[in-house]
C-alpha cells in the first residue's frame, strides 16, 4: 500500500471520511442481501468481556432506585448480545455498531472504533470463513467507497499457526502448549533471552512480533486457521484434535482484519474460560472484573452451533482510501491532530 505523498488537505479528509461512510453503507448491504438481520445492542453493560488483553473503559452512573454508584463498562465488542439473540432463536444477525478498548494510539488503532459482527447458526468457522471472504469482495467492489482502488486477491491463502510459526521460527506452536515447553525450544533456537517471561502466552507474542509480523507485512492477504487450543478465545476447541481451537484470523498487508470461530455452546464452559481469565487477570495485577452473568442468563439454555466474525471496519475504509492510519479516514479520533488550546489567564496573570 502506498500512500499519498503530497500535502493532505482538507478536501482529501472529506473524500476518505465519505468513503468510509459509503463502504459503511455498502457492507450493511451486502450483509442484508445475504440474508443477515441488522440488529442493534447495548452499549453500556454491567460487564465487559474478561479477555485479560483487553482493557475496557468503565464508569460509574446513578442508577434510580438503588444506593450508591454503579459501575459500567462500555463493550469492547458486540459479541455477548448478539450470541443472546442466537439463543433466542434468530438464526443470522449483524451489527455494525462502536466498540471502546482502551490502548495505545498507534496507527492501525483507535480506543473507540467501528466493529462490524455477525453470526449464523448451524454453520462451522470454516463455512463461515469462506463466506467473509465472498463478502469481502463483493463490498470491495470498485466504487467510490474504494477510491484507491483496493484489490481484494481472488484467492486467498490459509496457513494453520503451526505452518506459520514453523515457517518463521522453525517451531510447532500447538506442541508446545504446557509449562514453560514453547520458552524452553525457543530458548533453545536463540529466539528468547534467559530473563524473558516464559508461560505460553507470552513467548507466543514475543515470538509473532519479532518473527512473524515481518512475514504478515509481506503479504496481501492470508487465512491464519486453526490457532493453539491456549488461544482459544471463546472458540471450540477443534473436535478432532484438542491441541487447536476452530478459529480463524484474516490479515491483510500485515493488518488483523477479522477474527472468527466456531462458537462455543455450553453456558458452563462459558463460565469455565471466564473464571480462568479473571484468575489471569488477577495474577497480572489487572483490574478485577465482574463475572458476566447476565450473558450467562442469556444463554441459559445454551447456543445452538454457530459461527461468528468480527471484522475492524475502520482499518478496511483505511485500505480502500489507500492510507496507512486509520486517523485519516476518522472525523475526530484520540489522536488529537491540534494542540488544546492554553488555560485561560488569571487575574492575577
Not at 517471561?197 to 515481518?214: A, G, I, N, Q, Y
Amino acid at each position: 500500500m502506498t500512500a499519498s505523498t503530497h500535502q493532505t488537505t482538507a478536501d482529501d479528509r472529506r473524500d476518505w471520511i465519505r468513503a468510509r461512510f459509503l463502504l459503511v453503507d455498502r457492507l450493511r448491504d451486502v450483509l442484508r442481501g445475504r440474508g443477515y438481520l441488522q440488529v442493534d445492542t447495548p452499549v453500556l453493560l454491567p460487564a465487559p468481556a474478561t479477555d485479560p488483553f483487553i482493557a475496557p473503559l468503565s464508569l460509574a452512573a446513578e442508577v434510580p432506585g438503588r444506593t450508591g454508584r454503579r459501575a459500567f463498562y462500555l463493550r469492547t465488542s458486540p459479541e455477548f448480545e448478539l450470541k443472546c439473540l442466537l439463543a433466542l432463536g434468530l438464526p443470522a444477525v449483524f451489527e455494525i455498531g462502536r466498540v471502546f478498548r482502551s490502548g495505545d494510539l498507534g496507527g492501525h488503532h483507535n480506543p473507540e472504533f467501528l466493529m462490524a459482527e455477525w453470526y449464523r447458526t448451524g454453520w462451522t468457522y470454516r463455512e463461515l470463513m469462506d463466506e467473509m471472504l465472498e463478502i469481502l469482495r463483493d463490498v470491495l467492489a470498485p466504487g467510490p467507497h474504494n477510491p484507491a482502488g483496493f484489490v481484494f486477491p481472488e484467492e486467498v491463502p490459509r496457513r494453520t499457526i503451526d505452518e506459520l510459526f514453523s515457517r518463521c521460527t522453525g517451531i510447532a506452536v500447538s506442541e508446545l502448549q504446557d509449562g514453560e515447553a514453547l520458552w524452553d525450544e525457543a530458548r533453545r533456537r536463540g529466539l528468547v533471552e534467559d530473563g524473558s517471561p516464559r508461560t505460553f502466552h507470552e513467548v507466543f507474542s514475543w515470538l509473532w512480533v519479532e518473527h512473524v509480523d515481518p512475514y504478515l507485512a509481506e503479504v496481501d492477504a492470508v487465512l491464519l486457521v486453526d490457532w493453539p487450543a491456549a488461544l482459544a478465545e471463546l472458540a471450540l476447541v477443534h473436535p478432532e484434535n484438542p491441541k487447536l481451537a476452530c478459529r480463524f484470523e484474516l490479515v491483510l498487508r500485515g493488518i488483523e482484519m477479522a477474527n472468527g470461530y466456531s462458537e462455543l455452546t455450553s453456558p458452563q464452559e462459558y463460565r469455565d474460560r471466564f473464571a480462568a481469565d479473571l484468575r489471569d487477570r488477577e495474577e497480572r495485577g489487572l483490574a478485577s472484573l465482574p463475572m458476566p452473568e447476565d450473558f450467562l442468563d442469556g444463554i441459559t439454555d445454551g447456543l445452538p452451533p454457530s459461527a461468528g466474525v468480527s471484522l475492524g471496519v475502520d482499518r478496511l475504509a483505511m485500505l480502500a482510501c489507500g492510507r496507512r492510519s486509520v486517523h485519516d479516514v476518522l472525523r475526530w479520533s484520540w489522536r488529537a491532530r491540534r494542540t488544546a488550546p492554553p488555560p485561560p489567564r488569571t487575574a492575577d496573570g
